[in-house]
């Protein structure tokens, strides 16, 4: 099994930015060798996918936040990223990364006044 480590999460005030990193623990497992993919559930709602990386590079990104967030990898340092600009209260939730058929513990992002 691959673990996977999330860091970047926090609290921000509405308008704000943070960015969220994924990586595996172990190098030895090549991140891209299969589409990569960033997750989201809020308090109460199901799991929804925010936005996701194919192995050439392609990209696809849920309207909700379209605009807002990017998704973007570095194959060199093995880790996917994900930025997110003009934060709104309703993208308060837990951020998974899923990766290689694994999924990471979360990372928690709170956007409040």
């Known amino acids: 099994q691959v673990q996977l480590v999330e860091s970047g999460g926090g609290l921000v005030q509405p308008g704000g930015s943070l960015r969220l990193s994924c990586a595996p623990r172990?190098?030895?497992?090549?991140?891209?060798?299969?589409?990569a993919g960033w997750y989201r559930q809020a308090p109460g709602k199901q799991r929804e996918l925010v936005a996701i990386v194919g192995r050439e590079g392609n990209e696809d990104i849920a309207d909700s936040v379209k605009g807002r967030f990017t998704i973007f990898r570095d194959v060199t340092e093995n880790r996917m990223y994900l930025q997110m600009n003009s934060l709104k209260l309703e993208d308060t939730a837990v951020y998974y990364c899923?990766?290689?058929?694994?999924w990471g513990p979360g990372t928690q992002v709170t956007v409040s006044s």
């Open positions: 172990r190098s030895v497992y090549r991140m891209f060798a299969t589409a």
């Open positions: 899923h990766a290689l058929g694994n």
